[in-house]
Nanobody, 123 residues
Framework: QVELVESGGGSVQFGGSLRLSCVAS????????MAWYRRAPGKQRELVAALNGRGETNYADSVKGRFTISRDNNRRRGYLQMNRLTPEDTAVYYC?????????????????WGQGTQVTVSS
């Protein structure tokens, strides 16, 4: 019923920028809390940025001032603008979102992860 699909990953050089998108498809009513995580090779998954339903944001110290999380007003698409990228940002980036969707006439809550998108930064 609900699917999250990330896009926008790719390969860039040191200092470059990328914009990741996370689209919620299905009978979506809202995308309330959303977050971006990443998993670098040999490392555990870590929270990169989060945005809650009140518009409050939270960033990992390593990306503060470089990354910006945002969401469309229709709350079906989220973004992660990544600037001044470094090789340490190389990872698979995952979108996670919580919101509401319509299912058989009822309002249900979803809690979903996307499949991930690769970001590679070369020095």
């Amino acid at each position: 019923q609900v699917e999250l699909v990330e896009s926008g990953g790719g390969s860039v050089q040191f200092g470059g920028s990328l914009r990741l998108s996370c689209v919620a498809s299905g009978t979506i009513v809202s995308m309330d809390d959303m977050a971006w995580y990443r998993r670098a090779p040999g490392k555990q998954r870590e929270l990169v940025a989060a945005l809650n339903g009140r518009g409050e944001t939270n960033y990992a110290d390593s990306v503060k001032g470089r990354f910006t999380i945002s969401r469309d007003n229709n709350r079906r698409r989220g973004y992660l603008q990544m600037n001044r990228l470094t090789p340490e940002d190389t990872a698979v980036y995952y979108c996670h979102a919580v919101g509401d969707y319509q299912y058989l006439g009822d309002l249900e809550e979803y809690d979903h992860w996307g499949q991930g998108t690769q970001v590679t930064v070369s020095s």
